[in-house]
């Protein structure tokens, strides 16, 4: 599991320029969307084309947060990244990959392939929302319907969770801030290649986009919210 505590001299600028540490102290359940990014069998199984090898370790923190948000009234959703065509993502796949990393990639990737398929070990449930995007981020409206399926809900608020911390997830992150939908990151529910890259991640995040909270927090904040959502 990636390192999560965020550096002193980091939480210090924070509270000076916001006057705490979190941007958003409480939840609506019923307004709040789980947004699972990636954990396909392309990125989480052993040996495939963009294996995360910390992608497994999160899992456990994934369901919880999927259960805890079903059970507080929210909605849960499995993005999964799927290329159809090469011309679709033929950008990264011509220039940024090697011939043989990009053909091996663009066929774990294709719809229908088994490295397309959720991680076995994810637990979806009836009644999530199932949305496919083909770029890194999940709220670029050219990329995939899922801004407009979360307005159409009432949903205001979304939690990230999935892979990787600094690519899908932080481009699916800044975008839904940038729609103006209140946005956390889950500390210990993403993963990336390296702490590093992760820890960068989350640092950038929470200082101009949004909130970082944990598992265990973000589970306290839905959960906390209950009883008002039951009364209204």
């Not at 990959?97 to 088994?114: C, H, K, M, N, Y």
């Not at 939690?159 to 729609?179: F, H, K, W, Y």
């Not at 290649?193 to 909270?213: C, K, P, Y």
């Amino acid at each position: 599991m990636h390192p999560t505590q965020l550096p002193a001299h980091v939480i210090d600028r924070i509270v000076f320029r916001r006057g705490r540490l979190h941007g958003f102290e409480a939840v609506d359940p019923r307004k709040s969307a789980l947004v699972v990014v990636d954990m396909q069998n392309v990125f989480c199984a052993k040996g495939a084309a963009v294996e995360v090898a910390a992608a497994r370790e999160i899992v456990p923190n994934i369901n919880r947060l999927a259960r805890a948000t079903r059970a507080a009234g929210g909605t849960v959703v499995w993005v999964q990244m799927a290329i159809a065509r090469w011309h679709e993502w033929a950008l990264v796949l011509d220039n940024l990959l090697s011939p043989a990393v990009a053909e091996r990639t663009f066929a774990q990737i294709q719809p229908g392939s088994e490295g397309h398929a959720l991680w076995p070990e994810m637990e979806p449930a009836e009644g999530d929302l199932f949305v496919a995007k083909n770029r890194y981020s999940a709220f670029l409206p050219s990329a995939s319907s899922l801004g407009n399926e979360l307005r159409e809900r009432g949903i205001d608020t979304v939690i990230i969770v999935g892979t990787l911390t600094n690519v899908c997830c932080e481009s699916s992150a800044r975008d839904a801030a940038m729609l103006d939908f209140k946005t956390f990151m889950v500390s210990d529910a993403n993963a990336a290649r390296s702490d590093e890259e992760h820890m960068a991640t989350l640092v950038n995040f929470i200082q101009t986009f949004g909130d970082v909270r944990s598992t265990d927090e973000m589970i306290g904040l839905l959960t906390a919210a209950q009883p008002a959502a039951k009364r209204a």
